[in-house]
């Protein structure tokens, strides 16, 4: 029997690598905007002409688009362990569990000593439950996935229940002005304290929401790997990408819709609870499309070449992305931090915006330039590393 190892550069999919790269790209306009900056916890009185511009960008095209996509991409490279497990006759679900152990270790490092906001933990946790549906056929995959994003959403959502589950967790307003002083001013010991209290804060009501939300994504994507849609960069199933275009488009345009009535029409009105589940829905629905549009559009300009050089320009950072998203806090927090620049605060939102469009395409860089000579990332070779229990070759 074949033992399990990483992925060989033939073997890569080069639109999965720019899908992921794109993914990143959304992930730190967002986390930049509202996170980083502290945006969320900060007041900002301040308005500069590009604001509304960038506030209505990142809402209606970066807000829970990115890390779905992210979250997705998750899901579909799990499934594309299976499928290679199987053609090489392996059972790649021990050595996925122990990668799994090993991205949680990474990740808690980078929520203590670096940035609060990690994912990386919770794709770990969640994945160790993907097992639990390796087995499953697509059909009851899928329905799986619609329970686990939407049920626990639509239950919230109820007036009374969301009144309540957001307001159940104690003393979180203290603990965000706790937070942003230590990063403002306060110790390196004060900050790692700050980082482990606020991912522990957010993560209470996420164990019932941000999860169920995670798997489903992770569901959808492993239904994905296991039809084999992406083959040959996708080209063997043009009519099922254009399909998903098109069915992506009107669901976007619901969503977009939703948005802009609940912004310009709706505040002031209290919804009954059919009118809060069904703006739910329709929203979940529209965060859903908008990244089907965004896959299925990648995925059909890919296959005409001169875009196809373009794109590849931004792979090599999706190939490399544990590296892209753990450096981009360090980035992030150099510039907003105390022990940085202390600009906690003091960006405005097109600021942000402009600052994350500037940053990845350094990073895009500085990816193209390190894997001309090396397999991995620094962190995907340290993550392999430890999870395979050898050191792997890191030359090219």
Request: charged letters at 15%; proline letters at 4%; aromatic letters at 14%.
């Amino acid at each position: 029997m074949a033992d399990a190892g990483p992925v060989s550069q033939p073997d890569r999919i080069a639109v999965l690598d720019v899908l992921r790269g794109l993914a990143l790209w959304g992930v730190l306009i967002g986390n930049t905007v509202w996170i980083y900056s502290a945006r969320w916890y900060v007041p900002d009185d301040t308005h500069h002409a590009l604001d509304l511009p960038a506030v209505w960008f990142v809402e209606l095209f970066i807000n829970g688009k990115a890390m779905t996509l992210l979250t997705f991409m998750f899901g579909l490279g799990f499934a594309l362990q299976l499928v290679r497990g199987e053609q090489r006759g392996t059972d790649v679900r021990r050595p996925f569990a122990r990668r799994l152990a090993v991205l949680f270790l990474i990740g808690w490092c980078h929520v203590a000593f670096i940035w609060w906001g990690d994912v990386t933990w919770t794709y770990a946790l969640n994945g160790f439950l993907l097992l639990a549906f390796v087995r499953l056929r697509d059909r009851w995959l899928l329905v799986w996935a619609a329970c686990v994003i939407f049920v626990p959403m639509l239950v919230v959502a109820i007036p009374e229940i969301g009144m309540w589950f957001w307001t159940a967790i104690p003393d979180r307003a203290a603990r965000n002005t706790a937070y942003v002083d230590a990063i403002r001013d306060g110790s390196y010991v004060a900050v790692i304290v700050a980082h482990l209290k606020q991912a522990l804060v957010h993560s209470t009501p996420g164990a019932l929401t941000y999860m169920p939300w995670e798997i489903g994504r992770f569901l959808i994507g492993l239904v994905a790997g296991k039809r084999h849609v992406f083959d040959e960069n996708g080209a063997g199933h043009l009519r099922v990408w254009k399909g998903v275009l098109g069915i992506g488009l009107v669901l976007a345009c619901a969503g977009v819709t939703r948005t802009l009535l609940a912004h310009f029409v709706l505040p002031g009105y209290e919804l009954t609870t059919a009118g809060a589940l069904m703006f739910t829905t329709v929203g979940e629905l529209g965060v859903l499309g908008m990244v089907a549009v965004y896959i299925a559009a990648t995925v059909l300009v890919f296959q005409r070449a001169r875009w196809r050089r373009v794109l590849l320009v931004i792979a090599p950072a999706g190939r490399m992305p544990l590296t892209t998203y753990v450096m981009q806090s360090v980035i992030m927090t150099t510039v907003f931090y105390g022990r940085g620049f202390g600009l906690v605060g003091e960006v405005s939102f097109a600021g942000c915006v402009g600052l994350a469009l500037v940053v990845f395409p350094v990073q895009i860089a500085m990816a193209n330039v390190w894997l001309r000579h090396y397999r991995f990332g620094p962190l995907e070779w340290l993550w392999r590393t430890l999870a395979y229990g050898r050191r792997q070759p890191m030359r090219v």
